[in-house]
């Protein structure tokens, strides 16, 4: 059977959404072992990013919480989904350092496998310039 270009999206935004959330436990299992600081690295400007990538991606408007510096935090941690917030998604120490884990070939390969299968979804999804360039 044939998709609709409806169904096509709709599959491709549940497969991306998934995606994300992977990517987000494994970078978020990092933080909670490792961070002396945590969310340490949260800027208002990655939340600004975010309320924009939302907005211009998903259709989605994000609601600033009460916190006064972060206008995506919230008591338990970042309110967006890990889909709405690429950078902060992908982003671990670690990374952003060494451009890998250090130790850990395994962790490193599953990062980029997620981060590149992201990638190809938001191509077909949102075209060339809607990309993953937003993860590098
Ligand atoms: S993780 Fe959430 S609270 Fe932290 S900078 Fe990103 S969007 Fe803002
Ligand atoms: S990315 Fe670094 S500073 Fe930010 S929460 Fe993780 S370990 Fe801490």
Redesign the pocket.
């Known amino acids: 059977m044939r998709l609709s270009p409806v169904q096509v999206e709709a599959d491709l935004r549940q497969r991306l959404q998934a995606l994300y959330a992977e990517l987000s436990a494994a970078t978020a299992g990092e933080c909670a072992a490792a961070c002396t600081r945590p969310?340490s690295?949260?800027?208002?400007l990655?939340?600004g990013i975010?309320i924009d990538f939302a907005r211009s991606h998903w259709d989605v408007e994000l609601v600033p919480t009460w916190h006064r510096s972060?206008?995506?935090?919230g008591p338990d941690?970042?309110?967006?989904a890990p889909h709405l917030?690429p950078?902060?998604t992908a982003h671990t120490c670690a990374i952003s350092d060494f451009g890998c884990k250090q130790g850990d070939a395994g962790w490193t390969a599953r990062y980029f496998t997620l981060v590149d299968a992201i990638a190809a979804l938001e191509v077909e999804l949102f075209g060339a310039d809607g990309n993953s360039t937003i993860l590098r």
């Open positions: 969310q690295c949260c800027a208002s990655y939340c975010a972060l206008p995506l935090m941690g970042c309110t967006a917030r950078l902060c």
